[in-house]
Each structure stands twice: as C-alpha cells, then as structure tokens.
C-alpha cells in the first residue's frame, strides 16, 4: 500500500488538531443520551442514539440504515472510498449502548452529564461510556470527518457497524452478521474496544482467549440423610465432587482433564521476550486485589499465564445446607459451575467433553452425574503480518515515537470470534483505553490525549491503507 501523499496527510492531522473541541463537543453529544441496553426504560434513547449516529455518518457523505434486531438496532453505514482506489476495505465495529451507572451517588457528576476536568495527566471526559466505547468509536468517525474535511475524501472503502447491545452479550450479532454476510464483506475489521500499554506505550492486542463454560450436577442418595444414622456407609455428593474438583490442578497448576494441552502452542520465544520487556509487576497487580500468591502454572512469568495460557476454574459451587447453625445431614445433591478460559486452537466442545471424561473417571457407581455447556468461544490468535496491522503498526508509531506492543489480552470479546468465523476475517484491536478508566465503574472517564492522539491514529492509518 503506497498510503496518501505526506502533506496531505498532515493538512488531515491539523484539523484533528484544531476541530479538538468541537470533536469533543460531539462526543458529549453522544454522551447525553443515556443509551443503556440493559434497561428497557432507555429503549427510546437507544434508538436516539443510533439516530445521531445515523445523522452524524450521513454528514460524512455514508449511507446508513437503522436495521432493527429483536433487540436494539444497528446502526450500519457504507462509503466506497475513491472512485478507482485500491485500498483495503475497512469493517469497523463500534458499540453505542453503555453499561448502567448506578450505584449513582458514587459518582462526582451526574453520569450523563459529561465534564471535561483536570486529571494528573491532563484534561480527562468523565460521563458513563467517555471510554466504553463512545469515546473509542467517536475517535474513527472524528478521523473519517478530518479526512472529508482536509484530506479530499475519505480514503478507503468504509463500513461502519455500532452495535446497542454488546454490553448486554451480543445476543442478536451472530443472527447478524450472518443475514448481512455479502454486506458486510470486507478485508478486515477494525475494533477500538481494548486499551494502550500505558499512556505512553501504545498496544496491538493480538490475542484473545476463547471460552468453555460447564455445568456439572452430582445425584447422590435420594433425599438428604441423617449423617449419623448413614454417615459411614452412604456416599456424599458434595465430599465427591470437592474430590474430583480437587483434582483438575496438578501440584505445578496443570491442568488434569485428558488431552487438555494438545493443541497450546507455546509462545515464541520472540513473543515472550516482548512480554518480558514490559516489565508486568505481579506482585503489585496482585496486591491490588489483596493477594499475595500467584496461582496458575508454576514456573511461568505472569503475563504468559494470562495471556497464553489456558485456565480451569470453578466458579460457583453449591450442595446440602448453607445457613445460620449446623444440620448434619449428607446432601442429595452438589453443583458447581466450571470455565475454562482457552488459547488459540483449543476446541471449546473438545475441551466440555474432556471435562466430562474427567469427571466420569472418578465418579463411584451409583452416582448420578449431568453436565451442560454453554458459551463455547475459540481463542483468538491475530496474525500482525497483515498490511493492515503493519499499517496500524506504522501508524501508532508515528504518533506515538516509539513502537506498538503486542499485547495479550486473558478476557474473551465474543465479537471477534463471530467476525472471525461468519465473516472470515481478522480484527484488528487498536485501542486507547487505559486501566485505571473505570469502564463499568462509577466515574468512568477517557484521557482527552488518549481521545486526541487516537483519533489522530486512526486517520494516520487511513492515510496508510490508501492506495
Ligand atoms: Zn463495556
């Protein structure tokens, strides 16, 4: 990809300079309007919402359309780019729903009323969704507009998809994106959803991992008992599941279900070098949250065994009496709800019956066992050869004065692995979000350097995909 021409780039860059507040302005705009998904007191703000979205799109010169879900709508908007141009196509996807504010009264500004104030870095936006993700997807609309405006045109073939429900799991995406495959049909999306190194340090995140999500129920005697009339002789469901649970980690952390580490790939050494450099205080983030020993596999730096490396937990677990006192009897019944978050390659369902395999093998006869799965998600693995994530890379560069990481990422963002199998094609994750941006949190806020340099970004990597 040749890119645009240094001056015009530079004539595009100015503006995003000089249009700042006005920029901000509309984010504010945007922000106003408390556009909360999960809520159905807010269903006409969700559709105010995708209406300025749609009006703000058209004033770029897209064609959009509201298509209704059995939810919230999306908002979809098309450009063709240059008449004859060769640039890559852009899918870029956006949400415009937020979470709920509440609780309200530990917030310093109604959350809805956004306010730019002095932060230690600076101006920072505060208001519920200045980051996640209207102030992240305003940055690529406030680059499309400095392109209209000084750059002659937008550069590249253009869609732009902003999502109402993704804070409430995406439940109509997939119904989506399939009915609207040949439409949405592009070489890559562009998602700004994720965060920098450090205010300083921009980041790529190139990994996500994928997600399986179990159920296990144990039947034991066919009432609970009198523990010291039976105790003794009758097996106890719970006392057997915390066995078998018990057993999913080795000593050193590893995972025991059959086949678990097939198909994990270790890192590279390249990629764990990049990591070390980064210098990823475990101690201190632990501390954070009142910890002190690191779990997972021993005998691994802590950022390959969040982002590279897969996990089992239980994260519920239930059976017999809980309440105030004691009453002794051996239950009829124990539960727990197992997930493992996975790498690259690793089959959810393969990993569910792995799991049920397990289980099964230590089950004593006359047990009962039951098992459900639900929100299998592969990992995700972002290939950074790509023209487009060398074009992000250069891009970030450029801004920034020093290289992009490549960072990992231990969450799941279903969206990239929908975008990856309907459409068949690669996300890429540059965002500007930092840590301590209390996304979910009362007083959110957005760095107004990470709004600016990141809407400069985006139209730097504009400039790069032109042909
Ligand atoms: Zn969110």
Redesign the pocket.
Known sequence: MPGADQQTVERVLTRVDTDLDHARERLFELLRIPSISTEPDHKADMLRAAEWLQAQLRELGLTVSIIPTPGHPVVLGHHPGPAGGKAPKVLFYG?YD??PADPLELWNSPPFEPQLVDGPRGKRIVARGAV??KGQSMMFIEALRAWKTAGGGIPAPVIVLMEGE??VGSPNLEPFLKAHRAELAADFALIS?TNMWDIDTPALSTRLRGMCNCEVRLKGPRMDLHSGLFGGSALNPVNVLAKILGELHDKDGRIQVPGFYDDVRAVTPEQAREWEALGFDEAAFLKGVGLTTPGGEKGLPGLQRIWARPTADINGIWGGYSGPGSKTIIPSEAGAKVSFRLVPDQNPHAIFEGFQAFVRERLPAGMEVTFQGFGMAMGIEIDTNTPWAKAAKDALQQEYGRPAVMIGSGGTIPVVEQIKRVLGIDSLMMGFGLEDDQ??SPNEKYELTCFHKGTRSHALLLGKLAG
Do not use: N
Request: proline fraction near 0%; charge should be negative; glycine fraction near 0%.
């Open positions: 949400h937020v979470q996640d993700a993704e804070e959803d996304i979910h």
